[in-house]
């Protein structure tokens, strides 16, 4: 077991105790630094930027030479697996992702087959080891993916952003068919994350970006339950050290309970969500990460100072919560914000962990 | 007092006994009935269709044509406000509205007036008398108006579906303008609603289409504050008939207990919300409107039925729930699925009504 500096993202996602609350940033790595744009510049494009363990290891350190950061996380995009089975992922300039084939036809979904990590997203592994080297065991490396129902999203609708009409349709009118991509999606995660614990990841996360664009009862039916049967396959202990997972549903804030009931070790919370009351609600049970809305990020020092004093004073006394915003950091936001912020998380912080 | 012939709506939500579940739905006159485009387009654009009391009587009453509804709501857009105010609402072909003058300069802030609803917004309450004299007190006729907050939005972003940078901006570095923008706009929908109360809405209803974009500190001073105001400033009883009022928050599950709380007869419900934990929460207190997906309408009358009666035995025995989508429907909705949807409520909740 390789012994962290820093291992306080680890102790308090476990609920153990700590000096301090830890803060990472999700999208750290991102467009809003300068030094990300030139690295991206040279790689060419974002695709090749994350495919390339040179790249992406340069640009997971950016933000921790910058700002007192308590994690590392992974830098790649969410959509790696589907790109891995074959449906061609693609970024057209100025637009989110978008797939060459998306699924349409019943014949291209039962031709699915889960990817093996080691041999088609094996620029992954590479890079989770080399930003491990990288690190130095300085903080904790967090892996991630994205959830069944997220990837499922992009890989029917073909891209993003959408009135997720035909997931939808698919999902009222041929729920076999869904149920059959959410299995093979499932197995893919946990085969992924798996491999990226085993190439070194300390901590692993799931995005599940469009869960909250569900009813409660599909919720639970399509996304949730595959989530749950991902947790159970993941290896838990590994080098001697528990491997905490973090389960994240944008929109998820009714559903906490059933969330923290997936066997996961902490729920992370968008900032619609009250953390006060999320932890009256959940926190005995697992640690909450959240939940700034990104906009503070937009304000002056003295706002983003009173307003992470109000998330810290909302979540109170004792471990088990980690500090981020309640989605990934604004492209236009200043540096000097999360700066300001990371250093105000640790100061005003704590007073809640004496 | 004119009878209605119908008025299982607003003895709904007043909470007092019906034989059945009365239903409508959000958008229900627009682009999914063929009968619609063909109107908007003798009408020119979308505008010159709202703007026209014929045309907008003749789409308000398309749906009750085809559907066993039990309310119209009058057509027109959210935005007419902020129109009135001067900004210039327009429509570029193919996406959401947008406005020729957003809200940028302080002193464009500053110099922003409450319209005078029978001057500037005439042609409303033009349509509201028309349609009322049209509807021959078959169904009640609800009237509308976008939320303050959600106006606010469309105002200083210049259109809709923005990441909220410009307004979170304003809301976190200058809060005092963004209340000033408020306060005018509460004070527009108090006078734009009671004027189409005088002119014989019988029912109205608040959509704050944006509101759940926020945080749940900043929806309760930005946005559910102001509609508390516009609630306390209506006109509650007109022609010897109690007024009923609902507010929707699309995103708002969380904050059900507060909405509440604002002095509303019943709170909208998007489909995320599951309706017997709202009922539980709140359903003793107010009416409960909603709330199935509108993607449900893409599937076999079968999956309609079931969802519909799933929503039905949520709720429960007794009055107090308006049957709704939890969103407005779908453009690529069959209008077939409209009618299963219209007629199962009717056949299946009389159970509940016993």
Known sequence: MTKLKNDTLIRALLRQPTEYTPVWLMRQAGRYLPEYNQTRARAGDFLSLCKNPDFATEVTMQPLARFPLDAAILFSDI?????????????AEGEGPKFERPLREEWE?????????????????DAVAQIRKTLDNQVPLIGFSGSPFTLACYM????GGTDFRQIKTML???P????????INAQAVIAYLNAQIESGAQAVMIFDTWGGALSHNAYQEFSLRYMSQILAGLIREHGGARIPAVVFTKGGGLWLESIAN???DAVGLDWTVDIAEARRRIGDKVALQGNLDPAVLFATPEVIIAETEKILAGYGNGSGHVFNLG???????PPESALTLAEAVHALSRKYHQ
């Open 156 to 159: 029917v609708e073909g891209c």
């Open 327 to 333: 989605h990934g950091i604004s492209q236009f936001t």
């Open 176 to 183: 076999d068919l869904l149920h059959h991509i959410l299995n």
């Open 109 to 125: 979904i039962r031709a699915l087959t889960v990817p093996d990590p080691d041999v088609h997203l094996r620029y992954v592994m």
């Open 262 to 264: 997936s066997g996961c």
């Open 172 to 174: 009222y009118q041929r």
């Open 79 to 91: 959509l790696t697996i589907p790109d891995a089975m074959g449906l061609g992922l693609y970024f």
